[in-house]
């Protein structure tokens, strides 16, 4: 068998089978695993090698952890050598025990409570997983591999840290001393082909007519927000959005790690910068907000807005930038005009709140609602138009919704789709745009 054969089988043949696993004890195998390890970065330069293509240096490192396993006194199994062999592999070039779990596509969350709780999300739904670190310092050091990749450092005087995967997977870390029972990781995954607006609606996050007034809307450079919980999908949702955005526009985006997957030609992509290690150097969205103005953009996509920037979205949106998009944490379209009043206050604590929802009025168009259900589901619960001021109070009007209405026998929540039947006063925008939706859009309903 060839190196680079040997490899390929090492790497398709992860898990071994129940007898090799009671042939060695997992806590046995372990510590094989570490000492090889150990001779390996004693015997091979890896920085020497660094210069070598990928598959080569791959090769000569699995030829040299071959020979190491031959000095062994203790005889191994075919099994155990090729689970030991692809552990060695992950704990030099991957992320060690976290490997298999990124190599699972069906995996959306991975979340490490200390080096002996790692628990996945499948489906919406949590589950233990019998993943283990050694200690806690083997996954201090499998955190420090992650976040230096991208620049950034996590250490008891910056004990809190956001990076990213090459795939673009979003990662929070947070160590000791704020970290009471050890180091926690947290994983967000995204896959490496992004949904499109068909795939929700084959999933039945929304129905393919609301996705089409959402794609009338996009076109028609309106100011939507995404707002939603924790895991909502709101960076899906605004993934999906932004497939709908003309090709030929210069588009702007803004995040604190950088997870959005814009496939237009002309996309440029800003991500803020923490402090260094004087405390000094950081940079945040609201500077790099400010800075896009100059920078010629059609449109801006912020992540998310969370703080001053808030102020800053809104007078884009309102001074020749309309048609940007961003999201928002709140659990309503009216929490989050709450939310934005509380922000736009944090930028400039003097502005009156009557002056303050006037802007998010005239700024704004749509609220889009996501929310994930207790059966793991995401579904668009809401669209909503802002329509103006009333007195001082900002006028929403909601035109889809999402209702539901009970459980199926294998618990998944029921409901339906229904259009509230108001046509939307920005219509006559679209209309103006050369876009007009069929008038049946406004009195569709869809059970699931």
């Known amino acids: 068998m060839t190196p680079a054969t040997e490899f390929a089988f090492v790497r398709a043949t992860r898990d071994p089978d129940p007898a090799a696993q009671n042939a060695a004890p997992a806590a046995e195998t372990q510590e094989l695993k570490f000492r090889l390890h150990r001779k390996l970065l004693e015997k091979i330069n890896l920085d020497a090698l660094a210069s070598i293509e990928t598959h080569r240096v791959r090769q000569e490192v699995l030829e040299a952890l071959y020979s190491l396993m031959n000095e ?32 699972d596509p069906g995996i959306s969350d991975i979340l490490v409570n200390g080096a002996n709780s790692v628990y996945v999300e499948r489906a919406g739904l949590l589950e233990r997983t019998r993943v283990r670190f050694r200690d806690d310092p083997h996954l201090m050091r499998i955190i420090d591999r992650i976040v230096s990749r991208v620049g950034r450092r996590v250490d008891e005087s910056a004990p809190m840290v956001d990076a ?8 929070n870390a947070i160590i000791p ?35 089409l007034m959402l794609e009338s809307a996009v076109k028609a450079r309106l100011n939507i927000v995404v707002a939603g919980g924790t895991g909502a999908g709101k960076t899906t949702l605004l993934n999906a959005l932004s497939a709908f955005i003309p090709s030929n526009e210069r588009i702007v985006t803004i995040e604190d790690a950088a997870e959005l997957q ?15 290690i004087e405390g000094q150097g950081a940079v945040r969205q609201r500077q790099l907000l400010i800075n896009s103005l100059r920078m010629r953009p059609d449109r801006i996509v912020v992540g998310e807005v969370r703080g001053e920037e808030a102020l800053d979205m809104l007078q884009a949106m309102n001074t020749g930038h309309d048609g940007s998009l961003t999201t928002i944490h709140a659990n309503s379209p009216r929490e989050a005009v709450a939310r934005l009043e509380v922000m736009v206050s944090m930028a400039n604590s003097g502005m009156q709140m009557t002056s303050i929802r006037q802007q998010i009025s005239s700024s704004v168009n749509l609220f889009i609602q996501a929310a994930r259900l207790s059966d793991g589901s995401r579904r668009v619960t809401s669209i909503t138009e802002v329509i103006g001021m009333e007195g001082s ?13 009970g459980l199926d026998p294998d618990g998944r929540i029921m409901g339906r789709f ?30 699931i």
């Open 164 to 171: 990213r995967l090459a795939d673009g997977s979003r990662v």
């Open 72 to 103: 062994e006194p203790h005889l191994l199994t075919a099994a155990q050598r090729e689970q030991v062999a692809g552990e060695v592999l992950d704990e030099v070039f991957g992320l060690g025990p976290l490997e298999p779990l990124l190599a």
């Open 262 to 276: 814009l496939k237009q030609p002309h996309v440029v992509r800003l991500e803020t910068r923490p402090a260094n």
């Open 177 to 211: 001393p704020l970290a009471i029972d050890g180091p926690v990781l947290s994983i967000r995954r995204f896959g490496k082909d992004k949904l499109l607006p068909a795939d929700l609606v084959k999933r039945k996050t929304l129905t393919a007519g609301m996705m």
């Open 418 to 447: 229904r259009a509230t039947g108001i046509r939307p006063k920005f219509s006559e925008k679209l209309a103006a745009q050369g876009i007009h939706l069929p008038t049946e859009l406004f009195a569709e309903e869809m059970t």
């Open 393 to 405: 109070i900002v006028t929403l009007q909601e035109i889809f919704a999402f209702e539901k209405q």
